[in-house]
């Protein structure tokens, strides 16, 4: 096997961007030019040992002159190489031919140009080629010639039949070569065909499809797979896997690699960052291909973007989790008060208890029935809001006013809680939104603060305002909220409902409608929480703008 420094002398200035024609010409220039530099050297080795040192001397110069082929192909300038090529073996030939003619040495040196003579067919095309075969065989009679002048030998008919039949010969070799060069232009030009529709086939699948031999280089490529890594497929063919894949996903995929290089067909599903930034669901396989003797000569590789179907099965995740949440809050928050005020009925029909006791209950149950009216609307609201049945009707709304009316609502629990409310109200211009929307969205927020703050804890309201929104912010150190919680409530799923420090009780739908509304209305929120430290809720309201009204629907 041709060793790794070898293999690269033979594909100086290979590129796979050239045609394939020419891809060979160069390919043919490097072989036959490492191949006569390695005889040269060997001639000049063998000829200085039998003291013929004018020939050692023709080789051992023409060895090194024959670097500059590959010094030519290295800088792309692949037709110059082939000529250069060419006109530096006829002067070689035809310097090793004199110096044994003045020695009288019959080494045959000349007969070198019937090899000689194939090399312009195929490095060369057009006229220069023709031209440059017949001058080779021009030069062989030249040096017959001057090997009878320099002799004193005569043209006898033994000389003119040699001469004809090295012509016939060289015609014959010319026509042969000539149609040869055809036929296998022709099967390039099929094969060409083929390629191209291969690839025709392989671009139009819409699935990332590769190619990678043993040695982790890329054969194959389809334009889906190249367009993954924002490179042309002339980018990757060539090229090792450690050039083009990142380096997340190469460590991630190196092992369905290497099992693949064992035998085994390695499926996998997994989420990769591109380069561009975009995460992608990718599922593919790797699968080992084998030649006719049944080893492992390459490794296909199918990837497909499944991040849509994955979307859809967190999407149908979600959805069964809000049915469940929804089913246990019509079963337990909603069913249970309803159960009480139906045995409470019954008592009173029974006359179990008098009629002055029921009124004792009358208060409570006065309370009870608030409460429930209150979460039917809240979830009646967000199956509304779910479907796309609340619009915004945005005016200009006082962000102090709804702070102070919503307190007031909730008197009676920050007095029972004793907790230390406060209300810092320094917003003098009004927002642009739905002000019925604003009032449910405060309630819940200020609800959610004081039911999670211990009995002396604070709360506080406060509202400012920027060049460009009103900010309403709630805080309070009640018990906080892990990040896995924060991220829940922002993203507007329904939390499940919790009893708050003194007992009180909420469906869970409060936070994910509120936020599903202040959204409608072109709001921005954010919340910050710390478990033991508290939570603090920021909403940015656009400010009243009568000739820019927020488009909310």
Known sequence: MVSNPIRRILKIGLQNTVPILEYRQILITNYLTFFCIGGALFMGLVTIFVQLYGIAAICLLGSFLFLTTFYLNH??????????????????????????????????????????????????????????YWSTFLLLIAVKFGRIEYTGGSYDTEFVIIA??????????????????????????????HEKTLYSLLDNVPVYLALVDKSGSYK?????????????????????????????ILETHQPFFEKALEGESVSFLEKDTLPSGKTMYSRGTYVPVRNDSGNIEAISIYVDDVSELVEAEESLRRTSETKDKLFSIIAHDIRSPLNLFQSLLNISGDKAISEDQFLIYQRELNERLTSLRERLDELLDWARMQMGGINAYPSEVDANEVVRENADLFKTLIEGKGINFKMRLNCEMDGWMDE???????????????????????????TSQDDDSVLIEIMDSGAGMTQEVVDSILNKEIQKSSVGTSGEIGTGLGLSLSLGLLEKNGCIVSLESEIGKGSTFRIWIPKSDINDPVDAD
């Open 75 to 132: 800088h792309r300038k692949y037709r110059a190489a082939g000529l250069y090529f060419i006109i530096l073996s006829n002067l070689i030939v035809l310097a090793l031919s004199s110096v044994s003619i003045y020695s009288d040495l019959y080494s045959g040196a000349e007969y070198l140009y019937l090899p000689l003579m194939a090399v312009p067919l195929l490095l060369l095309e057009g006229k220069v080629k023709n031209y440059s």
């Open 164 to 193: 004809l039949n090295l012509f016939f010969a060289a015609w014959f070799f010319f026509l042969f070569l000539n149609f040869f060069k055809r036929v296998l232009l022709r099967a390039v030009e099929k094969t060409n065909e």
């Open 220 to 248: 194959i490529a389809n334009h889906h797979y190249s367009d993954l890594f924002g490179l042309e497929k002339d980018e990757i063919i060539g090229k090792k896997r450690v050039r083009i894949l990142p380096e997340n």
């Open 436 to 462: 019925n929307h604003l009032q449910v969205a405060i309630r819940n927020l200020l609800h959610n603060a004081l039911k999670y703050t211990d009995s002396g804890g604070e709360v506080t309201a406060e």
